[in-house]
């Protein structure tokens, strides 16, 4: 006879697969990010004439592919794949309002039988391996009825509410330390091109003779592909902070949609007995 899996056992091996999906989907999107980005870098250079090729990707310098724009295309296009995962966890989050977990009509009292319905099935929809493991609204849900059955005061249950809101939105600002890190090192990126540009040009101006009547051209040429990266860092990291915001505060909407629902359809339709 095969031997039984114990409850507490599936429980702790469910949590390792659903966590090692989610880790895989995280890389997968962050690979497609970093295909987008090359694949950018070689659109440019196919297509982009040579002015907008030197300030973009800097095609004319020795070192070419290997150039601190291209380097700052790629981090670039791995924020952008930081913030398509925040885009994904937060159109989830907001579907799950629409799930029905709790009653919504007019006239429904929870007491103890359908709270304890309402609880068992929070807790295997975001429980280990349920198909909203670590969603917001479920976990919510769950400690609210959790604490409502054992103080019996709707005020307490109202007070962990409040609580549990606010870390899950100290939660949700510490999903972007990633792409805050991103936007500090895009510009990062660009005056050290800066810097190591303006080094070149001076060094080439101490290596040419003086009297040649060219040298002032190619030095502010020279000048002017080092002030490029700068330029393109500071539009880059532009970028990504406008879209960083949108997407975060669309993810704490659907935070504060949760709160709202379990507020209007569980604290408000809390009995005390």
Known sequence: MAESVL???LD??????HYSRSIFSHLLILF??????????????????????EILIDRDRDSYPFTVQNVMWIVFFLGLGELVVRVRDAVAERAQVHEGYLPEDERTILQTPELRQIYN?????????????????????QRVVLQFQTSRSIDQANSLLNSSLE???HE?????????????VIPTLGFIGTVVGIS???????SVDLQDPTLLAELTKRLGVAFNTTLLALFM??????????????????????????????????YEE
């Open 7 to 9: 409850p507490h056992d």
């Open 167 to 169: 870390l899950c939105l």
């Open 32 to 53: 497609g990010a970093l295909i987008a980005g090359l694949m950018t870098i070689l659109l440019f250079h196919n297509i982009l004439p040579d002015t907008a090729a």
């Open 237 to 270: 990291s532009a970028i990504l902070v406008l879209v960083q915001h949108v997407v975060q505060a669309h993810e704490e909407r659907a935070l504060n949609l949760a709160g709202q629902y379990c507020l209007d359809n569980l604290i408000n339709r809390l």
């Open 12 to 17: 702790r091996e469910l949590p390792r697969q």
């Open 121 to 141: 099935q929070a807790r295997l929809l975001c429980g280990p391996g349920g198909v909203a493991e670590g969603r917001f609204l479920p976990r919510l849900i």
């Open 172 to 184: 949700i600002d510490l999903r972007y330390n990633m792409v805050r890190y991103v936007v500090w």
């Open 200 to 206: 070149l040009a001076l060094a080439y101006a101490g």
